[in-house]
């Protein structure tokens, strides 16, 4: 596959949406029959649903009979098999040349495995996603993850050597290690790119600063995974860097990669001739794809062999638009909003955390400060409560006053702010900061 203009597979990318619609129903139909054949799990699934191979006869019979795949479904068949792929494996074991997995943040990582065949495709898939952020075969990009253990570390990875552009790949340290030596890497190659994720992208712009403009004075794009985007957060460190930064949807579970475009940072692209991705109202199961209404994200791979996902609810909450895009890209567009979880009632407000990101990170002292919002055990609660780590050598009473202020008006809350001294809390946990915090 060639690079052409702004595409890496333009017949595909720009593939009218009633052909993309009629070529995900034919996958659709040959999904379910594999699945129900070569799936422990599945095959169990189907059965006590009542489906027999691909007898769904469209659409509305798809909707109405396929049952979904819950991380619980999947918990309870590993705890009751000691299966440590879940019933998902499709193939012979021998033939999974690289394992990813989950975080398991939240309890025992979940296992997925690729074949060679599945290698392919997630190397084009992001291809797509290297191409449509500005990443060209002539460039240099530096990738920075913690391993190759998570499936959107292999799609940057593969995606980079499928789309001819060179890269510097290397383990991000652990917190409170020294991070890459980027003015020594500034010496050997001219960098137009980086992939970092959130806490690594927060330790290198902390680290250099400004000069970062001086050492990349090609620079022309930044990836990042692992955190929801806020615009004052976005004007920050793109003032910092000198290139674009775009956003990153990394659903590791389902392996899909989906990023922004050249042309706009509010939706996501992702390979429609590779998943089907529905938005369904999770009280009453209404398909709402396409409506631009907000519903659950729910995932089926139509193209993984190994172990692959079929209607799996994510748990995050988003929409999908069949607006056109600015782009050419056509198809649905994905936009992703934050999980009720990650919010905190009060009163008659849910206020998430990039709602007080986006007022703290506006106040220049404040910018990259970490912080977290306090959730107490009974909700809702009657203030916003707010830690910030307090910058060093910042008069405490002023800068307090100014972002309660801030907080007030924008937000239309009462607020509280708590500075603490860098180091006095723990902000973080693992890979990921901690933004919500119960008390």
């Known amino acids: 596959m060639s690079h052409q203009g702004i595409f890496w597979n333009e017949e595909v990318e720009t593939m009218p949406p009633h052909r993309i619609r009629d070529l995900q129903w034919e996958r659709v139909k040959e999904r379910l029959d594999s699945l129900g054949r070569k799936a422990a799990f599945y095959r169990d699934l189907f059965v006590e649903a009542g489906i027999r191979g691909h007898k769904v006869r469209d659409w509305a019979d798809f909707r109405a009979r396929v049952p979904f795949t819950t991380k619980e479904r999947l918990k309870a068949w590993r705890e009751r098999t000691r299966d440590p792929f879940c019933g998902l494996l499709c193939v012979d074991s021998r033939r999974l040349l690289h394992l990813v997995r989950t975080a398991g943040t939240t309890g025992v990582p979940t296992l997925y495995g690729y074949t060679a065949q599945d290698l392919e495709a997630v190397g084009e898939w992001g291809a797509r996603m290297w191409v449509q952020i500005g990443a060209r075969p002539e460039h240099t990009v530096l990738a920075g993850t913690f391993g190759s253990w998570n499936a959107f570390a292999v799609a940057l990875l593969e995606g980079l050597r499928t789309a001819g552009v060179a890269r510097y790949h290397?383990?991000?340290?652990?917190?409170?290690?020294?991070?890459?030596?980027?003015?020594?890497?500034?010496?050997?190659?001219?960098?137009?790119g980086a992939y970092l994720s959130a806490r690594p992208l927060w330790h290198v712009t902390e680290k250099y600063g400004p000069r970062l403009r001086e050492l990349l004075p090609g620079f022309q794009y930044l990836l990042m995974a692992g955190q929801h985007v806020t615009a004052s957060f976005r004007k920050g460190i793109e003032s910092y860097w000198g290139g674009r930064l775009c956003e990153a949807y990394a659903m590791t579970d389902a392996g899909m990669p989906c990023t922004h475009c050249t042309e706009q940072t509010e939706t996501f692209h992702f390979p429609q001739d590779a998943f089907l991705v529905e938005i369904l109202d999770p009280e009453?199961?209404?398909?709402?794809?396409?409506?631009?209404?907000?519903?659950?994200?729910?995932?089926?791979?139509?193209?993984?062999?190994?172990?692959?996902?079929?209607?799996?609810?994510?748990?995050?909450?988003?929409?999908?638009?069949?607006?056109?895009?600015?782009?050419?890209?056509?198809?649905?567009?994905?936009?992703?909003?934050?999980?009720?979880?990650?919010?905190?009632?009060?009163?008659?407000?849910?206020?998430?955390?990039?709602?007080?990101?986006?007022?703290?990170?506006?106040?220049?002292?404040?910018?990259?400060?970490?912080?977290?919002?306090?959730?107490?055990?009974?909700?809702?609660?009657?203030?916003?409560?707010?830690?910030?780590?307090?910058?060093?050598?910042?008069?405490?009473?002023?800068?307090?006053?100014?972002?309660?202020?801030?907080?007030?008006?924008?937000?239309?809350?009462?607020?509280?702010?708590?500075?603490?001294?860098?180091?006095?809390?723990?902000?973080?946990?693992?890979?990921?900061?901690?933004?919500?915090?119960?008390?």
Not at 170 to 192: D, K, R, T
Request: charge should be negative; hydrophobic fraction near 40%.
């Open 170 to 192: 290397f383990s991000m340290p652990a917190p409170g290690e020294e991070v890459f030596p980027l003015e020594v890497l500034s010496q050997w190659m001219e960098i137009q």
């Open 284 to 439: 009453t199961g209404e398909d709402l794809s396409g409506t631009g209404r907000v519903g659950e994200i729910v995932v089926s791979s139509l193209q993984l062999e190994g172990t692959p996902l079929f209607r799996f609810r994510s748990g995050d909450m988003g929409f999908t638009t069949a607006e056109p895009c600015p782009c050419g890209r056509t198809g649905l567009r994905l936009g992703v909003v934050e999980r009720e979880a990650h919010g905190i009632q009060v009163g008659e407000k849910l206020i998430y955390a990039s709602d007080v990101e986006e007022v703290l990170y506006d106040v220049p002292d404040l910018f990259l400060r970490q912080y977290h919002l306090l959730r107490q055990q009974r909700q809702p609660q009657n203030k916003l409560r707010v830690r910030v780590a307090l910058p060093p050598g910042s008069p405490e009473g002023p800068l307090k006053a100014k972002v309660l202020e801030h907080l007030e008006d924008r937000l239309g809350v009462p607020a509280e702010v708590e500075f603490l001294p860098e180091g006095a809390e723990r902000f973080v946990a693992a890979y990921k900061f901690l933004r919500v915090v119960s008390e």
